[in-house]
């Protein structure tokens, strides 16, 4: 379903505030909850792949996949990188990310953890040839850290900066589960990602009329922040129409029927209707669900088409905060904006998570059906290359 306005109001609640307002402002009692959380769906998934995958947990080595006890062990890594081996801790955005780190506690068994874990200096590929751990002792280290992690925790000063590193180790695994959903979608995998029920009535297509106004495009205040999000700054966006809601597949269809667009990912004709692979179950397309699996190139194409145009990520913004009945929620939006630094931009310690990836690519706004309520926040910059079509993404128009 859509998330209501009322569930969506961005820095200034009006309302009261959604779970990703509570999680980007959480104290220490409400991390630990959600960090256990957290666990929880990351070894619930593993357990998935396990199952699926035996004992080898082997998949192929493409751009969109990763090994999943890789995945696991990274998660853990990521945890202690920054908080249990983090001599700077407590200096939140202020520490260094090259101070010299306690060995980890691998490394009583003669494994470099850091060799093995890191991705900002393992290459994708290579990740295929390590010698990893075997799943039990993963699945142990990974215990051993988050019980170091809610012990630290306990003594984190009580403000932003105290509980910045836990904060991101959270919304690090959350992105990590959400990524898990794609690939178990991949490979046909049920890793117990909830299916949406079939709607049997039309959803109608209204269009919200949105005014001109002076926009204020990144965030700003206490809490939480991504550092692409930071750089507040105000925008001026004219007047425009946009979708009430995502656009489904009774209105992206019709293009690929009239032979002017390829048959989208996990889709195949059935008789005289369609039919969609849902982690590896095929069944009855419910034309009334939002078009998923489309890439930026796909949504483009399918504007140009319909006569409408893709969002900017301003528009967007101002959309999602301000008119009523705007829903989000069920796929990532591409934008027409690409993914760029806002002005000041200063990379936080964990510099890999934005910079390296302003090449050109497109900002996703909104959120899937995989992403944990507590990442679903209306300033959230997703960012993918053009070309994927295996994330849970679709596109909403605007009158062109």
């Known amino acids: 379903m859509g998330v209501s306005r009322s569930a969506i109001v961005g820095d200034a609640p009006s309302g009261g505030w959604s779970a990703a307002d509570m999680a980007r402002h959480a104290d220490r009692a409400t991390l630990a909850s959600a960090l256990l959380d957290a666990r929880e769906r990351t070894l619930r998934q593993f357990a998935a792949f396990e199952t699926a995958l035996g004992p080898g947990l082997r998949v192929p080595c493409t751009p969109e996949l990763n090994l999943p ?52 200096a393992i290459a994708h590929d290579h990740r295929w040839q390590l010698d990893l751990p075997d799943a039990e002792t993963t699945r142990n280290d990974l215990s051993v850290s988050l019980d170091q992690t809610l012990a630290l925790l306990r003594d984190a000063k009580e ?105 989208p990912r996990y889709l195949r004709r059935a008789g005289d209707g369609w039919e969609v692979q849902r982690f590896g179950n095929w069944q009855t397309l419910d034309l009334q669900a939002p078009a998923c699996h489309l890439s ?44 760029e630094p806002f002005p000041g931009f200063t990379p936080h310690p964990y510099r890999d998570y934005s910079q390296p990836w302003f090449d050109g690519r497109p900002v996703l706004k909104g959120a899937s059906s995989a992403t944990h309520p507590r990442m679903r926040h209306p300033r959230y910059r997703n960012y993918f290359p053009a070309a994927r079509n295996d994330i849970f993404a679709g596109l909403r128009s605007v009158r062109a």
Request: negative net charge; aromatic residues 12%.
């Open 69 to 120: 006890l890789w995945e696991l062990g990274h998660i853990g890594w990521f945890a202690d990188w920054w908080i249990a081996r983090n001599p700077q801790l407590g200096r939140g955005l202020q520490a260094d990310p090259l101070v010299a780190r306690s060995p980890a506690r691998q490394a009583a068994r003669g494994v470099d953890a850091d060799a093995l874990y890191d991705s900002s």
């Open 159 to 263: 403000e932003d900066t105290g509980l910045y590193f836990f904060r991101l180790a959270l919304f690090h695994e959350d992105m990590h589960a959400e990524a898990a959903a794609y690939m178990a979608q991949a490979l046909g995998i049920d890793a117990g990602h909830p299916l949406s029920p079939v709607r049997t009535e039309p959803v109608d297509v209204p269009t919200v009329h949105v005014p001109a106004t002076r926009w204020k495009l990144g965030w700003s205040g206490p809490g939480f922040a991504f550092d692409n999000e930071l750089g507040a700054h105000t925008v001026d966006v004219e007047a425009f129409e946009i979708d009430a809601s995502a656009v489904t597949w009774v209105r992206y269809l019709p293009m690929v029927d009239a032979g002017l667009a390829g048959v």
């Open 296 to 339: 930026a190139h796909e949504a483009q194409a399918w504007c140009r088409w319909a006569g409408r145009r893709l969002p900017t990520e301003a528009e967007w913004e101002v959309a999602a905060h301000t008119a009523p009945g705007f829903a989000w929620g069920e796929v990532w939006e591409w934008t027409a904006s690409i993914f």
